[in-house]
């Protein structure tokens, strides 16, 4: 059994294909494991995802405060790498962004974010666009910004659009299977092709101009996670102990079948 994780080079190309049970922290991990070798028993190690205890969270921290005078904000969390979307982000907003209340704050760092400031530099933007750096504890600003944009359809993003939902920020995000099968466009989020620009302009500039919208994404988003969402520790406690049976076992059932 390896409970592994992403860039384990050496146990990925020599240690897997000796094992017949690998479990995975993530499904980004599973789907290349799952891609690139022919593992008997293979599977992701379950979470304990208690998003609803995230709904009644205080607020701590309020942006509108430490960057006046901006009075509608909206938040871009990634890597700031090469292959990072933030450009998508800032040209989506780049428009609204000359209005002096509107604001975009980018969480995250990476060898792009010097581009990335000259981007908003020569639009002309640079006085609106704050790169806060990595934060470690998100939940303060999701809970204090008007808006999170997502243009990533990784595991990681859908990962922090659950959160966000929890917290209570309206969405407006690219569109993928899972989002699909979670949130209702236009209802509990606000979706996106994600490689139309315009589109995320469009969406953003709803929200910017729909107090009762903004209202509405947050409260049907929060009911979705209190009926989808809510675990309960004991049972989780449960799912993992099995997966890691399954995993010690599966050899046996190896030499069961081949009796």
């Known amino acids: ?3 592994t994780t992403v860039g384990a080079n050496f146990l990925t190309r020599f240690t897997i294909p000796k094992v017949d049970s690998v479990r995975t922290s993530t499904r980004s991990v599973y789907d290349v494991l799952a891609k690139q070798f022919e593992i008997s028993d293979l599977a992701v190690l379950p979470k304990f995802n208690n998003y609803e205890s995230l709904i009644n969270i205080p607020a701590t921290l309020e942006l509108r405060e430490k960057y006046k005078p901006l009075v509608f904000i909206m ?3 990634g890597k700031l790498t090469y292959d990072s979307a933030i450009n998508k982000v800032i040209d989506a907003g780049r428009f609204g962004l000359r209005n002096p209340h509107i604001g975009l704050i980018v969480i995250g760092d990476g060898a792009y ?3 990335a400031q000259r981007r908003v530099e020569i639009f002309g933007i ?3 666009v704050i790169f806060e750096g990595a934060i470690k504890d998100i939940v303060p600003y999701l809970k204090s910004a008007n808006v999170l944009v997502v243009p990533e359809t990784t595991a990681e993003s859908d990962e922090l659009v659950l959160q966000a939902a929890a917290v209570g920020i309206p969405l407006v995000m690219s569109r993928n299977a899972f989002r699909e099968d979670v949130f209702v466009d236009g209802e509990s989020a606000l979706f996106c092709n994600s490689s ?4 995320f302009s469009l ?3 709803m929200l910017m101009n729909d107090t009762i919208l903004r209202k509405h994404l947050v409260e049907a988003a929060q009911e979705m996670i209190v009926h989808k969402f809510h675990d309960d520790p004991s ?7 099995t997966s890691i049976e399954q995993a ?3 050899e046996d059932k190896k030499e069961d079948k081949t009796d």
Do not use: G
Not at 196 to 199: K, L, Q, R
Not at 235 to 241: D, E, G, Q, S, V
């Open 126 to 128: 640079k006085e609106q």
């Open 248 to 250: 010690f076992f599966a």
């Open 1 to 3: 059994m390896i409970n």
């Open 113 to 115: 974010k010097k581009e």
């Open 75 to 77: 938040l871009y969390i």
């Open 235 to 241: 049972l989780y406690r449960t799912a993992y102990r």
């Open 196 to 199: 139309n620009v315009d589109e």
């Open 203 to 205: 969406k953003l500039n």
